[in-house]
């Protein structure tokens, strides 16, 4: 029974995430099935993740091949689908001549080695300032988490990285920033998920680039949620103009499977880290680069780009075409959605949506994130589209604020 393994869950596991609300067994293409046989439509992907959905036979057979062909071989070798997915990111960023790929297990370490990038070029330069913004997500290790916004995140662990700068992602605060000086790199996401998906204004990515120009900074673009073809782009900053010098990737990568990538696209950020300045012991495993490199392939065989791009679009129209009064706004860019309530909902409807056999999730108490794999149907998007006002209605009839 379900009850069951929740308790043996409680009984056996650090309680860092709380009480979960599920035990899944099982899941197929956008379904997962809990241990008592119910069945969800799953429009949170693992928060971004699950790029393919679930059990999909590219990543299936990718994994399947590799393990019976080398598991691990540890970074005194080079595997073959290392180089290849190596060679495949650095097509899919746009990096050119200059770009190199180092691999890990997770967005939070892609941007640990970033931020060593960034501290080491600020060493080597004599600068030491670092910029992130304001509700900024970049991970939870110590480093990652210095970068952080939220303070309750980290004030339990402090005292982090001392000269780091949160500024708000306005034109005008940018520019109060930098007329400062000293700034060794500025960190940030094109869209903030974990803010409630909140799209960084285009100019100032361009202005950001233009001030790291000036001033000799590096510019990281954390796309480790929105990479991957999330917004109908491989990378949200496509399309902007703005190129910047280190990017990451993590969530989506994998398709499931656990893998980071930071990816240097300036001469400058290139060289900044020398042999034996940085590592990790699992980073390029061969199984996690062989899924990966299915996860890339699917992506441009299936046109999932476009899916995203075209599908994001009509769902979010479909939503406001609802006119449900407590819809404040939706927001967002290819499959990646926000659905902002008049009031701190959000978490409630994430429950009464689980019980109408949806999965959803709250980014903040008034937000909805909808971030679906990318083989999502339309037909699929309007049962949730459909469902959704009678789930605002039961979240403002039941349960306290």
């Not at 009984?11 to 969800?40: H, I, Q, R, W």
């Not at 590219?58 to 598991?71: P, S």
């Not at 392939?297 to 476009?306: P, Q, R, W, Y």
């Amino acid at each position: 029974m379900e009850s069951n393994w929740l308790a043996r869950y409680e009984d056996s596991m650090l309680g860092v995430f709380g009480a979960p609300s599920l035990v899944l067994a099982c899941g197929e293409g956008v379904y997962v099935e809990d241990t008592d046989g119910n069945k969800y439509m799953d429009l949170l992907g693992g928060i971004a993740v699950n790029a393919l959905g679930h059990a999909h036979p590219a990543i299936v057979q990718a994994v399947e091949k590799q393990v019976r062909t080398l598991v691990h071989a540890s970074n005194f070798f080079a595997t073959t689908p290392q180089i290849q997915l190596g060679e495949a990111l650095r097509e899919i960023v746009r990096g050119g001549a200059h770009a190199k790929v180092f691999l890990s297990n997770s967005g939070t370490e892609a941007n640990e080695a970033a931020l060593k990038i960034v501290k080491a070029h600020g060493n080597a330069t004599g600068k030491h300032r670092i910029l992130a913004l304001t509700n900024a997500f970049h991970g939870r290790s110590l480093g990652a988490l210095s970068l952080t916004h939220k303070a309750a995140y980290r004030e339990p662990f402090a005292p982090l990285i001392s000269n780091v700068e949160w500024i708000e992602p306005t034109r005008a605060a940018l520019e109060d920033a930098f007329a400062l000086g000293d700034v060794a790199g500025i960190f940030v996401e094109p869209i903030q998920g974990e803010a409630g998906v909140i799209e960084v204004p285009q100019d100032f990515l361009a202005r950001a680039r233009a001030l790291c120009d000036e001033q000799g900074a590096l510019l990281v673009a954390d796309e480790v949620q929105t990479g991957m073809g999330r917004t109908g782009k491989w990378m949200a900053h496509h399309g902007s103009g703005m190129v910047p010098d280190v990017i990451t990737l993590a969530k989506a990568l994998g398709g499931g499977v656990p893998i980071g990538a930071t990816i240097t696209l300036s001469p400058v950020a290139t060289a900044v880290l020398k042999p034996g300045m940085h590592g990790t012991t699992f980073g390029g495993n061969p199984v996690a680069a062989a899924a990966a490199l299915a996860v890339i392939h699917t992506i441009k065989s299936d046109g999932l780009l476009e899916r995203a791009r075209t599908l994001g679009e009509q769902w979010m129209q479909r939503i406001r075409a609802l006119d449900n009064p407590h819809i404040k706004q939706v927001r967002g860019r290819g499959l990646l959605i926000g659905i902002e309530l008049d009031e701190p909902r959000a978490g409630m409807a994430v429950k009464v949506a689980q019980e109408s056999g949806f999965i959803i999730n709250a980014a903040n108490p008034t937000t909805i994130r909808l971030a679906p794999p990318l083989i999502l149907t339309g037909e699929q998007a309007d049962a949730f589209t459909a469902a959704l006002p009678g789930i605002i209605a039961k979240s403002y009839s039941e349960g306290e604020l």
